[in-house]
Structures are given as structure tokens and as C-alpha cells.
């Protein structure tokens, strides 16, 4: 079975504060891919980024940063310098290549709200 | 074109109608999707077509009826629905795998009354 958790249901910041966002995943699969969306109040689904599981480089674009942990089964992401356009939902997901192939596993989501 | 167009964005429909909820993108993608949202909850899968053919349906009740014109066009027909089935439907699409990520639709907002 496969399983992205989640753990911070609200998140709370002031602007330009740093903050990161936990995603801790489950899979049986050795070749998985993990992503972040991004859902504004205006409810589209916008994605951020893909990492498959044999590169755990972190990445960073602009403000965002992505730190893969193997060891942990984590996939973390950091927004530093907060602004109010970033409060959003977002949410963590996974894909298999065998197990459940062709859907991907979302997590709960994490609501953070950026205020001024 | 990197987007998926869904129409309409809003929709109110009685129990006993038949509505459709259509989405269309041109970026290639095989593979296509609906999915089901409530209010702060993830989305959740309903159905995947892959290369125009039905490969997975989440046992979703058949008052929901997919369907896949071409490799361009979905179609979610509604009908006699409950109210319960408010919600927001997504609509995305991705490379043939889906290990490319989704590209979604802004959705349609759905109040069945």
C-alpha cells in the first residue's frame, strides 16, 4: 500500500518568515515519484515538482526548496521569505510504478496562510 | 498551450437533471482524469483514461458516467445526483505514466440541490 502523511493540518506565518512543510511518505515500490501541488482559494491545482526516488539532490527555485530524505521517506519543502501570494494548500503526493500504477497518492494537505 | 480547460466552472443542477461537465487540453497528454474534491479534503480519484480508454473507475456510483471522445476531450455526464455529490470536479492530465506529475483544470464547482 502507499501512503503520503502529512502531519501539519494549518500552518501560520507572518510575512517573510521561513517555513517548511512536512510530507512523509509510504511506498513498497523501489522506482517512485514524488511531487507538491499547490492549490490557491481559486481551487486550481498547480504543480511545483517531481522528484523520482533514485535522485535525492535537493532542488531550490527562487524561494522554494525541496529537501528529499530516502532515510526518512521524507520530501520536505522549505518557502523562505514568505509572502501572502504563498497561502495556499498544499499538498504532497505519490506515484508508484507498480504499486497503484497510473494514480498518484495525495496526502491531507497542509493549509498556510502568509499575513502581512 | 500548457493548460487544461474545464467548463463550466460553476454548475447548480436539481436531483433529477442531466448535466455535463467537459475538459479539454492540448499538450499531448494520454492520459486523462477526474477527480473529486470536498471542501479541505485532497482530491480523490474517480476515473483514468488512458489512450481514450477507461483503465481505472474508483467504483464510482453510475450516476457518474465518464467518457473520452478523443485523446483531447473528457466528458463527465451527471445525472440524478445527490446532493452529497457537491463538490469540485478536477479535471488533469498527464504523460502517458503519470510519473510526470498532473497538469489540472481550474474545475467545476458543483452544487447539486
Known amino acids: 500500500a502507499q501512503k503520503v502523511t502529512q502531519a501539519q493540518t494549518e500552518i501560520s506565518v507572518v510575512e517573510k518568515e521561513d517555513v517548511t512543510l512536512d510530507c512523509v511518505y509510504e511506498?513498497?515500490?523501489?522506482?517512485?515519484?514524488l511531487f507538491w501541488y499547490k492549490q490557491p482559494p481559486s481551487g486550481e491545482l498547480v504543480f511545483l515538482i517531481r522528484r523520482n526516488s533514485f535522485d535525492e539532490q535537493n532542488e531550490i527555485s527562487g524561494r522554494y526548496s525541496w529537501n528529499f530524505q530516502k532515510s526518512t521517506s521524507s520530501f520536505n519543502f522549505t518557502i523562505t521569505a514568505s509572502q501572502v501570494v504563498d497561502s495556499a494548500v498544499y499538498f504532497c503526493?505519490?506515484?508508484?510504478?507498480?504499486?497503484?500504477?497510473?494514480?498518484?497518492?495525495f496526502g491531507d494537505g497542509t493549509t498556510l496562510t502568509v499575513k502581512p | 498551450d500548457t493548460e487544461v480547460t474545464q467548463t463550466p466552472k460553476h454548475l447548480v443542477m436539481g436531483m433529477t437533471n442531466k448535466k455535463s461537465l467537459k475538459c479539454e487540453q492540448h499538450m499531448g497528454h494520454r492520459a486523462m482524469y477526474w477527480y473529486k474534491q470536498k471542501a479541505k479534503k485532497p482530491p480523490e480519484l474517480m476515473f483514468v483514461?488512458?489512450?481514450?480508454?477507461?483503465?481505472i473507475n474508483e467504483s464510482v456510483p453510475s450516476r457518474f458516467s465518464p467518457e473520452c471522445p478523443n485523446s483531447s476531450l473528457l466528458n463527465l455526464h451527471l445525472h440524478a445526483l445527490q446532493p452529497e455529490d457537491s463538490a469540485l470536479y478536477l479535471c488533469?492530465?498527464?504523460?502517458?505514466?503519470?510519473?510526470?506529475?498532473?497538469?489540472f483544470g481550474s474545475g467545476t464547482r458543483l452544487t447539486v440541490v
Open positions: 488533469a492530465s498527464s504523460q502517458a505514466s503519470g510519473a510526470y506529475g498532473y497538469t
Open positions: 511506498t513498497r515500490d523501489t522506482t517512485y515519484y
Open positions: 503526493a505519490l506515484s508508484g510504478v507498480n504499486t497503484n500504477a497510473g494514480k498518484s497518492t
Open positions: 483514461y488512458s489512450y481514450e480508454k477507461l483503465s
